[in-house]
């Protein structure tokens, strides 16, 4: 207990006249009267009590006092304006001195006053709770002045701390470019062409350079425009040389944080592709043999005589080219070997040439129900003359004999099924509520972007956003419709509660009306729970309908109850996402996996997107043939080819075309032999006259005299395999313009490579299913999958990690269920970081390796942070924005309240009136 009332010595003043009044009195022999007895001795029993209590006694004194606490943000965001920060945190340093007002100086950055700071956030609530708790240099009113950009803090401080912005110290913030995603092909062959493509997003407009570049290395350069939101940078085709490879690509656009400017991927080169070239006699040179090689590709090469006797093992070779090889060089059992090695996965490119076909081409070979093209009945020989008397060959009268009522031979097989190209269906179902702002729906929109750029260009893409209310961001559009895809999905923007099920209605019904395509599919992007309704049965009926749904839990705080039942209802997939950034990348996975991206765009066509279809207008109908009815029979020597129907009446046959001028050549249906190939095609002396199959796709074309066009490369599926023909020659004298074009290797290589078949499978490999970045490292869920992509639980695995060839401790745990939890500690995020492992199954098998590209820390993951800014934070707490320095470090001239405790003076005096007292006593007692 404290007494505050009692006045400055006021118990001295008067209990120190009343004591020695008594004794006075005492001593002089009048002896005090009872009253004055009784109340000396309650004076003196309260003065022991407030000694006991320990008083003070408050008042005021008119003097300078206070403190100045300069708190210094050193995080990486305000390296830009370290300078500047310092010389601000001086200022007030010297004017503080100057003034006699105590001046101490507190940095921060994820931590305060830690040496050395982690500049990875910035943690303003620990600076605030340093700067109140730090014991006080000299009584008076502390102000503390706060030097920081704001960027990338973690919360706000409480609303007392009175955090002042002194004017002029803030970091500068200007328009910032954030690399996001770099796109790449997981695996391509030593000598093959690809693109990369560098998604960013920009805070404004403008333009900056892109680079690609491995190991310091500039691989390409281009220069873009951006707008605010998302934009992509596409790479020219670039060539890697066999082994693994890590690229970086980055965004130059003069912004002042280069720490997020960057992202990474890696490519694996595997070994070059195996061709075996068979050449035949009207092959004047080994034009088509050095093109091949000069693009990286293993050539083996043989004559149509020596294939023809014996042909190799062709699993050894990934395709089979015939250049000017004529159909009655190759025997019948040759040629029954090649139609069964394209059947069963290989690739075969047919070569034309002057001469190299005959009259019949590859009709009635076992070749025939391979091509994609017809051979031509050959013209009738002239009628002989008859006479009057003699009946004409062909009589009219019996020719309804052994013919069916459609008027084909009884024995003619039927005429073959076919099937159109599935097309697919994509719709994005994306969580909007509040709880998706900021890294959550950026990354949601780029997983719509990024599908758009996985899809085949034929394909759909719908978003439907969703909070209480769903709407429909993208209507269903055509994948190869970039710019409209970015353009509304760039204004999809949070707010509001978290209801699923009415979204996922708008997908069914909209999926269900779309009858053009036949693969459907439905991703679920959420982050939080949803209301209760009963998906289940919604779900189930979508499946009825053959729509597919998987479902991707972002976060930590989605509804772990519902996500995975609803992949699991849909008959689809299911990922946590607890790394908001690797969002895109699962969407890409899921969607390829399910809707079969890649053998879609082969049996379609690939390339450059915007030459497949108009933008508007009824979409064109693109078939392939049925695998079951293109497969062999049992004797191909005693089927007929069926009689299938010229897709084109205005086609004459004949063996060959031929002008006095040039052929010019056309392009068609995009197909990956023509990516990369710009401009237009040289023109050709002469060309096949082969007319498609139905179901074929035609590619290139040519014209005649007559400016009618004829197929000039058709392609099709044969059973599991690729086949394609080019109804020209590869040498002189038909393409002598071809062999001088800058193209010419390349287009034959990446058509080699498009028909390849696709390597095998490996027994065992690793697919990763969540990953939780740390301050101090990360933790990765993988999942061991057998070569069909079945969880294979039986199978252990051991892990190894490294970043730039340095090793990283990796500890592996086993989750069951074929799920196994890495952990690497690692606190750097500036480099790609190797996961390679070995599955014991039970004999040890290397598993392909895996990369990680970590993400920018906080301090660079936003472009604009979502948190208040400077001036913000010194209004929530109480502070003021734009201080002067010379304010801050003005002392207080002001009348400040002081608290004395009780002089230990009064103490003693009250002893030394207990001390006379009781002398008084003994004198009195004497008398």
């Given at each position: 207990m404290?007494?505050?009332t009692i006045?400055?010595?006021?118990?001295?003043?008067?209990?120190?006249?009343?004591?020695?009044?008594?004794?006075?009195?005492?001593?002089?022999?009048?002896g005090?009267g009872?009253?004055?007895?009784?109340?000396?001795?309650g004076?003196l029993?309260v003065a022991?009590?407030?000694l006991a209590?320990?008083?003070?006694?408050?008042?005021t004194d008119s003097?300078q006092?206070g403190?100045?606490?300069v708190?210094?943000?050193?995080s990486?965001?305000?390296?830009?304006?370290?300078?500047?920060i310092?010389?601000?945190?001086?200022d007030?340093?010297?004017?503080?001195a100057e003034?006699?007002?105590?001046?101490?100086?507190?940095d921060f950055?994820?931590d305060?006053?830690l040496?050395p700071?982690d500049?990875?956030?910035?943690d303003?609530?620990?600076?605030?709770?340093?700067a109140?708790l730090?014991?006080?240099l000299?009584?008076?009113?502390r102000?503390?002045?706060l030097?920081?950009?704001?960027?990338?803090?973690t919360?706000?401080?409480?609303?007392?701390?009175?955090?002042d912005?002194?004017a002029?110290?803030e970091?500068?913030?200007?328009?910032?470019?954030?690399?996001?995603?770099?796109l790449?092909?997981?695996?391509?062959?030593e000598g093959?062409v690809?693109?990369?493509?560098?998604?960013?997003?920009a805070?404004?407009?403008?333009?900056a350079?892109a680079?690609?570049?491995?190991?310091?290395k500039t691989?390409a350069?281009i220069?873009?425009?951006f707008r605010?939101?998302m934009n992509?940078?596409r790479?020219p085709p670039?060539?890697?040389?066999?082994?693994?490879?890590?690229?970086?690509a980055?965004i130059l656009a003069?912004?002042?944080?280069?720490?997020?400017d960057?992202?990474?991927?890696?490519?694996?080169?595997?070994?070059?592709?195996?061709?075996l070239?068979?050449?035949?006699?009207?092959?004047?040179?080994?034009h088509l043999?050095?093109?091949l090689?000069?693009?990286?590709?293993?050539?083996?090469?043989?004559s149509e005589?020596?294939?023809?006797e014996?042909?190799p093992?062709?699993s050894?070779?990934?395709?089979?080219?015939?250049?000017?090889?004529?159909?009655?060089?190759?025997?019948?059992a040759a040629?029954?070997?090649?139609a069964?090695?394209v059947?069963?996965?290989g690739?075969f490119l047919?070569?034309?040439?002057?001469?190299s076909?005959?009259?019949r081409?590859w009709r009635?070979?076992?070749?025939?129900?391979?091509?994609?093209?017809?051979f031509p009945?050959?013209?009738?020989p002239?009628?002989?003359?008859?006479?009057?008397d003699e009946?004409?060959?062909?009589?009219?009268?019996?020719e309804?004999e052994n013919?069916?009522?459609e008027?084909?031979?009884?024995?003619?097989?039927?005429?073959k099924?076919?099937?159109?190209?599935?097309?697919?269906?994509?719709v994005?179902v994306?969580?909007?509520?509040?709880s998706m702002e900021g890294?959550?729906?950026?990354m949601?929109?780029?997983?719509?972007?990024?599908a758009?750029?996985?899809?085949?260009p034929e394909?759909y893409l719908?978003v439907?956003?969703f909070?209480?209310?769903?709407?429909?961001v993208?209507?269903?559009t055509?994948a190869?419709?970039?710019?409209r895809v970015?353009?509304?999905?760039?204004?999809?923007?949070?707010?509001?509660?978290?209801?699923l099920?009415?979204a996922?209605?708008?997908?069914?019904?909209?999926?269900?009306?779309?009858?053009?395509a036949?693969?459907?599919?439905?991703?679920v992007?959420s982050?939080?729970?949803?209301?209760?309704?009963d998906h289940?049965e919604?779900?189930e009926?979508?499946?009825?309908d053959r729509?597919t749904?998987?479902?991707?839990?972002i976060?930590?705080?989605?509804?772990?109850?519902l996500?995975?039942?609803i992949a699991?209802w849909?008959?689809?997939n299911?990922v946590?996402?607890?790394?908001?950034?690797t969002?895109?990348?699962?969407?890409?996975?899921?969607?390829?996996?399910?809707l079969?991206?890649?053998e879609?765009?082969?049996?379609l066509?690939?390339?450059d997107a915007?030459?497949?279809?108009?933008?508007?207008?009824?979409?064109?109908e693109?078939h392939a043939p049925?695998?079951?009815?293109a497969?062999?029979?049992?004797?191909?020597d005693?089927e007929v080819p069926p009689?299938?129907?010229r897709?084109r009446?205005?086609?004459?046959?004949?063996?060959?075309l031929?002008?006095?001028?040039?052929?010019a050549?056309?392009?068609?249906l995009?197909?990956?032999?023509?990516?990369?190939?710009?401009g237009?095609?040289?023109?050709?002396?002469?060309?096949?006259?082969?007319?498609?199959?139905?179901g074929?796709?035609v590619?290139?074309?040519?014209?005649g005299e007559?400016?009618?066009?004829?197929p000039?490369l058709v392609s099709w599926?044969?059973g599991?395999?690729?086949c394609?023909?080019?109804a020209t020659?590869?040498?002189?004298?038909?393409?002598?313009?071809w062999?001088?074009?800058?193209?010419?290797?390349?287009f034959l290589?990446?058509?080699?490579?498009?028909?390849?078949a696709?390597?095998?499978?490996?027994?065992?490999?690793?697919?990763?299913?969540a990953?939780?970045?740390?301050?101090?490292?990360?933790?990765?869920?993988?999942r061991?999958?057998?070569?069909?992509g079945r969880?294979a639980?039986?199978?252990?695995?051991?892990?190894?990690?490294?970043?730039?060839?340095?090793?990283?401790?990796?500890?592996v745990r086993d989750?069951?269920?074929?799920l196994?939890?890495?952990?690497?500690?690692?606190a750097?995020r500036?480099a790609?970081?190797?996961?390679?492992?070995?599955?014991s199954?039970?004999?040890?098998?290397?598993?392909a390796?895996?990369w990680?590209?970590?993400?920018?820390a906080?301090e660079?993951?936003d472009l604009?942070?979502?948190a208040?800014?400077?001036?913000?934070?010194a209004?929530?707490?109480?502070g003021?924005a734009?201080?002067?320095?010379?304010?801050l470090?003005?002392?207080?001239d002001?009348e400040v309240?002081?608290?004395d405790?009780?002089?230990v003076?009064a103490?003693?005096?009250?002893?030394a009136i207990?001390?006379?007292?009781?002398?008084?006593r003994?004198?009195l007692?004497?008398?």
């Amino acid at each position: 207990m404290k007494f505050e009332t009692i006045p400055h010595w006021g118990l001295i003043g008067w209990l120190v006249p009343l004591a020695l009044a008594a004794i006075l009195l005492a001593v002089r022999g009048r002896g005090p009267g009872p009253f004055l007895w009784v109340a000396q001795r309650g004076v003196l029993l309260v003065a022991l009590v407030l000694l006991a209590a320990a008083p003070f006694f408050p008042w005021t004194d008119s003097r300078q006092e206070g403190e100045l606490v300069v708190l210094a943000d050193r995080s990486g965001s305000v390296q830009p304006a370290s300078d500047q920060i310092e010389r601000a945190a001086s200022d007030l340093g010297t004017r503080a001195a100057e003034r006699g007002l105590p001046c101490r100086r507190i940095d921060f950055a994820a931590d305060p006053c830690l040496s050395p700071l982690d500049p990875t956030s910035t943690d303003l609530v620990a600076a605030a709770a340093a700067a109140r708790l730090a014991p006080a240099l000299a009584p008076g009113e502390r102000r503390v002045a706060l030097l920081s950009d704001g960027r990338g803090h973690t919360g706000l401080p409480p609303a007392d701390s009175r955090l002042d912005l002194p004017a002029g110290a803030e970091a500068p913030t200007a328009a910032d470019c954030r690399a996001t995603l770099l796109l790449l092909p997981g695996e391509v062959d030593e000598g093959q062409v690809f693109r990369a493509a560098l998604s960013f997003e920009a805070s404004g407009s403008g333009q900056a350079s892109a680079f690609l570049a491995e190991a310091g290395k500039t691989l390409a350069e281009i220069e873009v425009e951006f707008r605010p939101g998302m934009n992509w940078a596409r790479f020219p085709p670039i060539e890697l040389p066999q082994g693994e490879h890590p690229l970086e690509a980055r965004i130059l656009a003069g912004d002042p944080y280069p720490e997020n400017d960057a992202a990474r991927a890696a490519v694996r080169v595997g070994p070059a592709l195996s061709v075996l070239v068979v050449a035949g006699k009207a092959a004047g040179d080994d034009h088509l043999e050095r093109a091949l090689s000069a693009q990286g590709v293993q050539v083996a090469a043989q004559s149509e005589a020596a294939f023809s006797e014996s042909p190799p093992d062709l699993s050894l070779y990934r395709a089979v080219v015939f250049h000017a090889v004529h159909p009655d060089r190759i025997s019948p059992a040759a040629q029954k070997k090649l139609a069964s090695y394209v059947r069963e996965g290989g690739g075969f490119l047919l070569v034309g040439g002057p001469g190299s076909l005959g009259p019949r081409g590859w009709r009635d070979t076992p070749l025939a129900e391979i091509l994609p093209v017809e051979f031509p009945e050959p013209p009738p020989p002239p009628e002989p003359e008859t006479g009057p008397d003699e009946p004409p060959p062909d009589d009219p009268a019996n020719e309804g004999e052994n013919k069916t009522e459609e008027g084909k031979p009884e024995d003619a097989p039927p005429e073959k099924e076919t099937v159109e190209v599935p097309r697919a269906a994509l719709v994005l179902v994306i969580d909007k509520s509040g709880s998706m702002e900021g890294e959550k729906i950026r990354m949601a929109k780029e997983s719509a972007i990024a599908a758009a750029e996985a899809l085949a260009p034929e394909d759909y893409l719908g978003v439907v956003a969703f909070d209480a209310e769903p709407y429909w961001v993208l209507p269903l559009t055509l994948a190869k419709s970039r710019d409209r895809v970015e353009n509304l999905v760039a204004r999809l923007a949070t707010g509001g509660d978290t209801y699923l099920y009415p979204a996922l209605i708008q997908a069914h019904e909209a999926l269900a009306a779309l009858e053009e395509a036949h693969l459907k599919h439905v991703i679920v992007l959420s982050d939080g729970e949803t209301r209760i309704a009963d998906h289940r049965e919604l779900v189930e009926r979508m499946v009825a309908d053959r729509i597919t749904v998987s479902a991707i839990g972002i976060g930590t705080d989605y509804d772990r109850r519902l996500m995975p039942r609803i992949a699991q209802w849909g008959k689809g997939n299911f990922v946590s996402c607890t790394e908001v950034r690797t969002v895109p990348e699962f969407v890409i996975r899921d969607a390829t996996r399910v809707l079969r991206v890649d053998e879609r765009k082969e049996l379609l066509a690939g390339g450059d997107a915007d030459e497949i279809l108009p933008e508007e207008g009824p979409l064109p109908e693109v078939h392939a043939p049925d695998p079951e009815s293109a497969a062999p029979a049992k004797d191909p020597d005693t089927e007929v080819p069926p009689d299938v129907e010229r897709p084109r009446e205005e086609i004459v046959p004949g063996e060959h075309l031929e002008k006095k001028g040039k052929l010019a050549v056309f392009r068609g249906l995009p197909a990956p032999a023509l990516a990369g190939v710009e401009g237009e095609f040289p023109p050709l002396a002469g060309a096949h006259v082969l007319p498609a199959r139905e179901g074929a796709s035609v590619h290139l074309e040519v014209a005649g005299e007559d400016g009618v066009r004829t197929p000039l490369l058709v392609s099709w599926r044969a059973g599991l395999g690729k086949c394609a023909v080019l109804a020209t020659g590869a040498e002189p004298p038909w393409a002598l313009d071809w062999i001088a074009w800058a193209d010419y290797g390349r287009f034959l290589a990446q058509g080699a490579r498009w028909l390849a078949a696709d390597l095998p499978a490996p027994s065992y490999s690793l697919e990763i299913s969540a990953v939780e970045w740390r301050r101090d490292g990360v933790r990765i869920e993988v999942r061991l999958v057998d070569g069909e992509g079945r969880p294979a639980e039986d199978a252990r695995i051991e892990i190894r990690a490294s970043r730039d060839g340095v090793a990283i401790e990796a500890n592996v745990r086993d989750l069951g269920g074929a799920l196994h939890e890495v952990t690497l500690e690692t606190a750097q995020r500036d480099a790609l970081i190797r996961l390679e492992g070995v599955a014991s199954a039970p004999d040890p098998i290397p598993l392909a390796p895996l990369w990680l590209d970590p993400p920018p820390a906080a301090e660079w993951a936003d472009l604009t942070s979502p948190a208040p800014g400077p001036e913000e934070i010194a209004r929530a707490t109480g502070g003021r924005a734009g201080v002067s320095p010379s304010a801050l470090a003005r002392p207080l001239d002001r009348e400040v309240p002081r608290r004395d405790p009780f002089p230990v003076e009064a103490g003693a005096l009250v002893l030394a009136i207990i001390g006379l007292e009781i002398l008084a006593r003994r004198i009195l007692a004497r008398r």
